[in-house]
Antibody, heavy 116, light 107 residues
Framework: QVQLQESGPGLVKPSGTLSLTCAVS?????????WSWVRQPPGKGLEWIGE???????NYDPSLRGRVTISVDKTKNQFSLKLTSVTAADTAVYYC?????????WGQGTLVTVSS | EIVLTQSPATLSLSPGERATLSCRAS??????LAWYQQRPGQAPRLLIS???NRATGIPARFSGSGSGTDFTLTISSLEPEDFAVYYC?????????FGPGTKVDIK
């Protein structure tokens, strides 16, 4: 069974860098899927952040371009998210997900709060 | 960017009633439209892909229809576990976007 698990600090200071990792089990990150990050601010809807293919090809939401980097570690079967210069507006539950044509598997999500 | 609009924002119904949720895209997404259910405190769950294909394990009471810019998710007879928020999502073109959601709550 495919499982995704997010990990990383739950608290980040303003202007700092948010770093999360998604460990994938039950599937190879080398498979023909896009590995994605989606976030959800408290009480709000879902926002697509970006995605990566195992080749390293990436797509990002333009509103975050310049601040976001998604990378993949094939040896550890995981992928990661880095978001720089964070503000309170980046406070959200961050989900990692697998996608081919749709998001078929999701992690449980991890809350990241931006606060001093 | 393709903007998805969902209506209504909230749907108040009783168990056993039929729910009809709408999603409209600002430009055609062909049939690259999916529906997700999100219960409180949980990750979204895929219900429907490619506008009308039920995902594995999804009950037959859930059905999707539409193409182009207008899509519908229908729940034929609401079960207690169906009271949740429903999001539509397009993967026709980058950046991928979600609708704002429709909350189905108990009347």
């Amino acid at each position: 069974q495919v499982q995704l698990q997010e990990s990383g600090p739950g608290l980040v200071k303003p202007s700092g860098t948010l770093s999360l990792t998604c460990a994938v089990s039950g599937a190879s990150i080398r498979s023909s899927n896009w590995w994605s990050w989606v976030r959800q601010p408290p009480g709000k809807g879902l926002e697509w952040i970006g995605e990566i293919y195992h080749s390293g090809s990436t797509n990002y939401d333009p509103s975050l371009r310049g601040r976001v980097t998604i990378s993949v570690d094939k040896t550890k079967n995981q992928f990661s998210l880095k978001l720089t210069s964070v503000t309170a507006a980046d406070t959200a539950v961050y989900y990692c997900a697998r996608a081919l044509t749709v998001f078929d598997y999701w992690g449980q999500g991890t809350l990241v709060t931006v606060s001093s | 960017e393709i903007v998805l609009t969902q209506s209504p924002a909230t749907l108040s119904l009783s168990p056993g009633e039929r729910a009809t949720l709408s999603c409209r895209a600002s430009q055609s997404v062909s049939r690259y439209l999916a529906w997700y259910q999100q219960r409180p405190g949980q990750a979204p769950r895929l219900l429907i892909s490619d506008a009308s294909n039920r995902a594995t394990g999804i009950p037959a009471r859930f059905s999707g229809s539409g193409s182009g810019t207008d899509f519908t998710l229908t729940i034929s007879s609401l079960e207690p576990e169906d009271f949740a928020v429903y999001y539509c999502h397009q993967r026709d073109s980058w950046p991928f976007t979600f609708g704002p959601g429709t909350k189905v709550d108990i009347k």
